[in-house]
């Protein structure tokens, strides 16, 4: 069975407001927001591989806390899979023993506590008998999103995206598609600011569901806090056929 549970998925904070991590089959992680914060102590040590859409904060913010939580009792090292470009990212700027110490060379440089693993669109690795591939979507940075297949069930997640065809093309080129989880940032009235920093708008997302092939139920994530009504509203309204639902934090996916 393929179990996706959701942890954060908001595009901000606030009270019940966590940013993007999901959690599959309790242990992988997809992004290491402040979602990872919901999980126990107990449940963060099941935490075996995690796989990063991109460098932003929002998505990495916890990883760093995560590690320091689990220092002691880490037997193995975490796997961290990303883009080259976004784990030098995260070296440079997180565990540059400025902001953070570097965990790549903690306890010792032979056995830390992290290690990263330079991943490339279109790139699959096996986990437990899931696969997980890579797929370049276009942002403000180099970002990835990923597709999890466990015995002919899938569900793809965009990552932070604005329109592209890469990410399309990808979920074309396979047979099926059960659940899509889709970023749509910002409402109708911040359509500039989504074009500057590459995120969707519903119109932009409405246009760009019509190159997808199949009929996936589609959850929308990273809305802005406060505008989810307003963003899955216009979503609908431009796209009343589709399968539509504001992603919530906190659910559980099985399929
Ligand atoms: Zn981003
Ligand atoms: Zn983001």
Partial sequence: MLKLRILGCSGGVGRGLRTTSLLVNDSVLIDAGSGVGELTLEEMSAVKHLFITHSHLDHIN???LLLDSMFESLIEPIIVHAQPVTI???KDHIFNWTIWPDFTKLPTPEKAVVKFVEMLPNDKVEIDGHEYEMIEVSHIVPAVGYRVEFEGKSFAFSGDTSSNDSFWNNLNAHDDLDVLIVETA???AMYDLALKARHYAPSLL???LKKLRHKPDIYLT???PGLEN???TEVKTAAPSLSIN???SDSNFEL
């Fill in 88 to 90: 030098r990212a995260i």
């Fill in 206 to 208: 409405v246009e760009d």
């Fill in 222 to 224: 990273h809305l802005k």
């Fill in 62 to 64: 916890f990883l760093p």
């Fill in 230 to 232: 307003q963003i899955m």
């Fill in 246 to 248: 504001i992603l919530q």
């Fill in 186 to 188: 910002f409402p109708e």
